[in-house]
């Protein structure tokens, strides 16, 4: 089957995927081009041009600003420390708190800058599972949110048991004369 296509765009213009070319008096020459390279995909929309020409010409110097623009962004990558999380039952465990899933995404350049935001809890009581959720990693452009992730515990870490814990509170009240830690501290790491 054959089909006739009036879009100048496809077969000429890289990635280019459609829509729909038009013309009325009053909106003069209308396009509505898209186009997809890399996973970005984009749609620009011509009105009221003066010639065929003319609208492929505005269509595709949309698309190239908006291809130049749209840039791949590696938000978190899986398994990347956020924090080493103090367990409150012990003197000086920690856990490392970890990204638990990779997250991208394309972002416009011209947004402004792109930040993470680690809220991650500073102790945690035992016992700790791995994967146990400690916190969120958010990633804001220019103060819109663009991504949030789970931030989890890498390890387990067991509750003491009876004979640690009566050794562990008498450590923690000879640390509480001393002026040491009661323990471990809070590391952020991102």
């Given at each position: 089957?054959?089909f006739?296509?009036?879009?100048?765009?496809i077969?000429?213009?890289?990635?280019?995927?459609?829509?729909k070319?038009?013309?009325?008096d009053?909106?003069?020459?209308?396009?509505v081009?898209?186009?997809?390279?890399?996973?970005?995909?984009?749609?620009a929309?011509?009105?009221?041009?003066?010639?065929?020409?003319?609208?492929?010409?505005?269509?595709?110097?949309?698309?190239?600003?908006?291809?130049?623009?749209?840039v791949?962004?590696?938000l978190?990558?899986?398994?990347?420390?956020?924090?080493?999380?103090?367990?409150?039952?012990?003197?000086?465990?920690?856990v490392?708190?970890v990204?638990?899933?990779?997250?991208?995404a394309?972002?416009f350049?011209?947004?402004?800058?792109?930040?993470?935001?680690?809220?991650?809890?500073?102790v945690?009581?035992?016992?700790?599972?791995?994967g146990?959720?400690?916190?969120?990693?958010?990633?804001t452009q220019n103060?819109?949110?663009?991504?949030?992730?789970p931030?989890?515990?890498?390890?387990?870490?067991?509750?003491?048991?009876?004979?640690?814990s009566?050794?562990?509170?008498?450590?923690?009240?000879?640390?509480?004369?001393?002026?040491?830690?009661?323990?471990?501290?809070?590391?952020?790491?991102?």
């Open positions: 089957m054959k006739e296509n009036t879009n100048p765009l077969g000429s213009y890289e990635g280019a995927t459609g829509v070319t038009g013309w009325t009053a909106a003069g020459y209308c396009l081009a898209s186009a997809e390279r890399d996973d970005i995909e984009l749609t929309v011509v009105l009221g041009a003066r010639s065929t020409d003319a609208r492929r010409d505005d269509a595709e110097s949309l698309l190239d600003w908006g291809f130049k623009h749209s791949p962004f590696e978190a990558s899986a398994e990347e420390t956020a924090a080493l999380v103090a367990v409150g039952d012990y003197l000086d465990v920690t490392p708190a990204v638990a899933e990779s997250a991208s394309v972002l350049d011209l947004d402004g800058p792109v930040t993470r935001h680690i809220d991650v809890r500073t945690v009581p035992a016992p700790v599972q791995a146990q959720r400690l916190g969120t990693v958010s990633v103060g819109r949110l663009v991504a949030q992730v931030v989890v515990a890498a390890r387990s870490v067991a509750a003491p048991s009876a004979t640690d009566v050794g562990i509170w008498l450590k923690r009240l000879w640390r509480t004369v001393s002026g040491e830690p009661l323990q471990a501290e809070y590391v952020a790491v991102m």
